[in-house]
Every structure is written in C-alpha cells, then in structure tokens.
C-alpha cells in the first residue's frame, strides 16, 4: 500500500489488516525491538544512458538483499528516488521479508531525488514540509508501532550543486538568521529540526535520518547533536570516518558511472548520512538500549557497508554488481528496557 500527501492523512482503516498480518510476521531478531535502516540510493539520472541508470535494477535488487540480510528492519528510509526506482522496489519489494512493506511516498512536483520510507507497521500520517530553495523536503512519517508511536523524519539536505553552500543572504528567513545560518544548507537544518519539535508532540521515539550533506561538528550536525538527539552510528561504539581507509564513511564515491559502483573497494571519504535517534521523554513505553553492530545483520552501524556479500565474485557485467548506491547507508537496532 503506497500514500502520498503533503498534508497531515490518517489511513488507521486501511491499514488494519497489514497491522494483523504484521504482528503475526516473524522477521528479524527477537532481541530487537525497533529498527531501522537508511540510504541515500542513488537515482542514476546522470548516468550514461547504456548503463541502464548505473544497473539500476541489479541494484535494486542488491538493496533489497541487504534489507532482508539486515533482518527486515521495521522502517527503512531512502533517499534521491525517482520514479525508475520506485517502480523497480514495488515490483520487486513482496517477499523479500515475511511482512508487507508500506511504500510511503511524499508528493513532488520534479519526481526527482524524492525521499521514500518502507514501513512495517501501519501508518498514521504523513506530511511534507518544503525547505529553503523549493527542491529539498523533509517527508514525515508517523507509525503505529508496537513500541508505541514511531516518528520517522527523512531528508536530503542540499549539495553543492543546487546551492548547498550559497549564503543564506536576504532570502534567509527569520529563523534561520536566528540561529546564525550561514548557508542554504545551514538553513534548511534549522528548518528540519524547528519541524521535528512541532510535529514530534508524543513521548515515543523519534528518528532524524537521512543525507545531511555535512560532516560530524558542522553548523548542520549541531542542529541535530546539540538538541541532545544521538548520532546512533557513533552512540554504539562505531569507528568515526577514516578517509584514507574508507572505514566509517558514507560518501564520496563516484555517482555518475559504474566504475566504483562495480569495485569492491570502498571509496569512501566522509560521513555526512546519518540516523539521529531523539530519545523518549517520560511516559514513554521503551527506553532504548542500541545494540551493537553485528555483522551485516540487525544493529546499530552502517547498512551496506562491504561490497556484496551475496554474490561472489561482484564487478563489471557479467557479474553482480558490488554496492547499491554510491553512498553507504546507516542502520539503527534498539532493544526497550
């Protein structure tokens, strides 16, 4: 079941009999009791035309290997979708776990690099809210999850090339200029997280996800970290972004072919992806404990991480394709004490 809309809907009818069959399910760990996963999969729109939008479909089918082998997380957040892709995961998404993913889509008038969120459990309501410059969006996702209620917030903050770090200058609004907001980008955070106050009005657990395009102690990651939300990745004991291994990175890999989408090797430089976990207040049903990384199964760390590990060996066609997108994604496992 998909839902579109950028105004607040409820879908509680139509949703009741997935929520039967999703309690009945028996995916992931029983140690787990809310996870989730991110990536930013890349759409292919830049890349050359006789690589099918990079092997879009193999990788698809490769994304769809590491949800199932990170043990069906209950939420999992992407980003830069376009309609190619969106049709390739909803062919493709039934059966992959022992439940139904609802498709959760916000509606945009570009269809590109739009944010999706797959959701276990039913969901309740969703809003859109526009960020400065018109093309970049924060999609608002809020599950009747068995833990209580689960918020769910997914962006794709903005890159250099659509003015990531032009200055906010007389077109900055109010509350930007409040914070100190330098840049479009420095903007736009502040907008997400003023958003993520107002609309997260229950005790329950919250998640900030998605590519923030700014790495750890930026002006963009202290809207987040210094509101007291977890970088969960860090949190869980993970190993900060090593440029010169790879290790711990998200980003930096090439985007517009298939060389490194076809290379084992990492080619990774920072961290700029991200799962904020913004904690309970009191009355809250879980207390959340993270659960460490566990290989690429259920726990906190980065979601595809090593190059495919289902089939061997991966590369240029004929053979399997190595990563699903050129970023690395980030996953969350928590058990409530």
């Given amino acids: 079941m998909r839902y579109f809309g950028i105004l607040a809907a409820t879908a509680a009818a139509a949703t009741a009999a997935l929520a039967v069959a999703a309690c009945s399910s028996t995916g992931g760990n029983d140690d787990v009791d809310v996870s989730l996963a991110d ?27 590491f949800i199932e082998g990170s043990g069906c997380p209950d939420v999992v957040a992407l980003q830069e979708i376009w309609p190619p892709t969106v049709a390739e995961i909803e062919v493709k998404l039934p059966g992959t776990c022992p439940f139904t993913y609802q498709v ?42 068995p833990t209580g209620t689960l918020d769910v917030f997914s962006t794709h903050l903005a890159a250099g090339v659509d003015g990531g770090s032009t200055p906010c200058g007389p077109v900055c609004p109010a ?9 479009i980008r420095d903007c736009q955070a502040v907008q997400m997280a003023e958003f993520i106050e107002a609309k997260h009005d229950v005790p329950g657990l919250a998640f900030a996800t998605g ?9 963009v990651y202290e809207q987040f970290a210094g509101r007291g ?3 969960t990745y860090l949190a869980a004991g993970n190993p900060e972004c090593n440029p010169a291994t790879g290790i711990g990175c998200t980003s930096g890999r090439e985007d517009e072919g ?10 990774e430089t920072s961290r700029i992806d991200f799962a904020f976990l913004i904690p309970p207040e ?36 004929p ?7 050129d970023h690395i994604g980030t996953q969350v496992a928590i058990q409530c004490d």
């Fill in 39 to 65: 990536l930013n999969f890349v759409h292919g729109l830049f890349c050359p035309p006789e690589t099918d939008r990079c092997r879009l479909s193999d990788r698809v089918d490769l994304l769809l290997e």
């Fill in 104 to 145: 959760v889509l916000g509606e945009r008038l570009t269809n590109v690099d739009d944010e999706m969120v797959l959701s276990r459990y039913p969901v309740t309501e969703i809003e859109q809210r526009d960020l400065l410059g018109g093309f970049r969006r924060v999609l608002f996702t809020r599950i009747d999850h």
């Fill in 175 to 183: 509350e930007c200029v409040a914070a100190g907001a330098q840049t």
């Fill in 211 to 219: 590519d923030f395009n700014a790495p750890p102690g930026s002006f």
């Fill in 229 to 231: 939300w977890i970088d």
């Fill in 258 to 267: 298939l060389d490194e989408l076809e290379s084992p090797a990492l080619n």
């Fill in 282 to 317: 009191d009355g809250a049903d879980c207390e959340p404990e993270l659960l460490p990384a566990d290989g690429i199964g259920p726990g906190t760390q980065l979601f595809a991480e090593v190059p495919n590990p289902f089939a061997e060996p991966c590369g240029p066609l």
């Fill in 319 to 325: 053979e399997a394709i190595c990563w699903p997108s």
